[in-house]
C-alpha cells in the first residue's frame, strides 16, 4: 500500500467519525404533547326525571245538543263560547205544531174520559138489572167489556198527552250541566229534524282530563301512584305544550278496565284543576310524569360522552393517561345523563378536551370541571 492509498482511508475515517459525532448531538425523537383536560369525579346521586308521553286534552262531561222535535229555530237565549249553567235555557224551537198536537190530546183525553164515564154507569144500572134476573146475562157482559175498553182508551188518551208534552218540552233545549258552549251550528229560522239536526255542543272545564295511552309493563307503576295518597303539591304530573308547562298539578284518577289486546297498550286519564279555564278539550301537548329510581344513579356530564358507531364511550384517566372505556347509557337529565353500566364511582373521566384524545393520549388536568 502506498502512502497515497493510506491517506485517502485515513480521511474517509476522520470523516465517518464526525458524522457520528454530529447524530450523537440530535435530541431524541419524542412522542405527542400531553393534552390539557378537565376531570371529574364519577359519583353516584340520586336522580330524578319526567317520563314523557303525548296525550290529548278532553273534556270530562260533553254532549251534542240535538233537536227532538221538527220545527224552526225561534231564539237562541246565550252568546257563542260563554259559561253556560245546568238548565239554562240555550235554544227554542217553534212550539205552534207541538201545542196543537197537545190541545189534540186533550180534547181526545176529554172525549175518553167522558166515553169511561158512560160506560161506568151502564155497567153499574146493568150489574143490578142481572142481580135481578131483569137482564139478559149476555147484556151485562157486554157493559163490563164497555167499560174495561173505555178504561183501556182513557189510559191511551193519557199517554198520548203525555208524549204530547214531552215534545213541548223539547222544543226548549237547556244545558245538561255547567260547562261552556261552542259556536251555533243554526241560526235563527233554521229547519230543525229530530235527532239529525246537531244545534251545538257543550263540554265541561274545571277540572279537565289529559289522557295517555301507556305499554301494559308499566300497569304496575301507575296502578301504584293511583292509590297513592296525593297532596296538592304533587308534582308526579305535569303538563306541557312545547316549552310551555302549565303550572298546577294533576292527579291520576282512572285506569282503564282492560288491556287493549290488539296494541297490548292501556289508556289512563290524568285530571287539572282548569278554574281559569286555558286549557281547552282537543288540545296536544305532552303529559310529564315524575320518576324517582329507588337507588343511586352514576350521573355524568353529557358532554364527556363520545359516540362511534352507536356505541358510546368515555375517556378515564389513569396514571396521567387515558383509556377509553364502552358505557351503557339511560335516561338524560337536562345536561347530564345516567350511565347504567361501564363506570365505578371513584374514577376520574375527561370532560373537557374530549375531541382531542385517543386512546392512550397523555394528558395534563388543568383544573377540574365544576358540576
Sequence with gaps: MTFKDSSIYTFFGLFLILIGCENNNQPAAQGPPPVAVATQQ?????????????????ALNEVELRAQVNGYITAIHFKEGEKVKKGQKLYSIDQQQSEAAYQQALANLSVQESNLLRAQKDVERYRELGEKDAIAKQ???YAEANYISAQKMVDAAKASVRSVQTNVRYSTIVAPFDGTIGISQVRLGAS????????????????????????QKEIYRFTQLLTKKTSKNDSTFRL????QVYPSFGTLSIVDRAVDPQTGSIKMRVTFPNPDHVLRAGMSGTLRVLTRPSEKSVIIPFKAVTEQLGEFFVYVVDSSRVSQRKIILGRQIGRDIIVRDGLDVGEAIVTEGVQ?????SPVTVSQPAKK
Design 240 to 243: 306541557a305544550f312545547g316549552t
Design 139 to 141: 147484556q151485562v157482559d
Design 192 to 215: 230543525v229534524t229530530p235527532g239529525q239536526t246537531l244545534l251545538n255542543t257543550i263540554s265541561s272545564d274545571d277540572p279537565i282530563a289529559a289522557d295517555i295511552t301507556v305499554d
Design 356 to 360: 382531542n384524545l385517543r386512546e392512550g
Design 42 to 58: 364519577v359519583e353516584a346521586s340520586d336522580a330524578s326525571y319526567y317520563d314523557e308521553y303525548p296525550t290529548i286534552v278532553n
